[in-house]
């Protein structure tokens, strides 16, 4: 006859639970494929040290505004790159990326149109006779000439969209006005930034 102490069990009651905790851990690893992670590995590594969270409101509030310029920073170097993901819906896509080619890649009379406006305007102000007669004689031939070459823009853009995208949808008049009110800007201001260098290839 054997003695048992209390609160032990004899080796043949444990057994079939220690088994069938097995054959559970084997049925869950299987049904997923994997075992299921660590918590350490899980979690995405990180380059640094955790910072300790903050103490005060103060320091709580200058972290979120580090963290936001942070990543106003980083939209804005992907926006004037020309990332998709980062751009507005006006500029996203291959159509309009190759309309700011077309356009980056000409010499457009448009492109001093914020110089001769600054001309016009300073012509309101200076009371000589002769200089408003001048400016007024440059804000005539300058509107002729942008509208010459507006349009000449405006079929080159229509001409280069239709040979590289066929089946666009994209209206037009739409991506011709686009093309358009780029070309008025300087070179240096525009944004996204060109991509292609002046009378390149594209």
Known sequence: MKFRLPGRRPAAETTPATAGDTAAQQA??????????????????????VPPPPTTRKEAYRRMRE?????????????????????????RGPVRRLVRDVVDTRRNVGSVFLFVAALIMV??????????????????????AIITDSFLLGRR?????????PEHE?????????????????????????????????
């Open 123 to 144: 012509s309101l102000v200076v009371p000589s006779p002769a200089f408003k007669n001048y400016a007024t004689m440059v804000w005539l031939v300058f509107f002729l």
């Open 67 to 91: 963290q936001q310029a942070s990543t106003r920073g980083n939209q804005r170097v992907a926006l004037a790159r020309g990332d998709d993901s980062a751009l507005p819906a006006r500029d």
């Open 28 to 49: 869950v690893a299987a049904g997923k494929g994997r075992p299921t992670p660590k918590r350490n590995e899980a979690q995405p590594r990180r380059s640094g040290p």
């Open 157 to 165: 853009i229509k001409k280069v969209v239709t040979e590289r995208f």
């Open 170 to 202: 994209e209206k037009a008049r739409s991506l011709v006005w686009y093309g358009i009110s780029r070309s008025t800007m300087v070179r240096r201001w525009r944004f996204p930034k060109p991509a292609v260098a002046p009378n390149a290839e594209i």
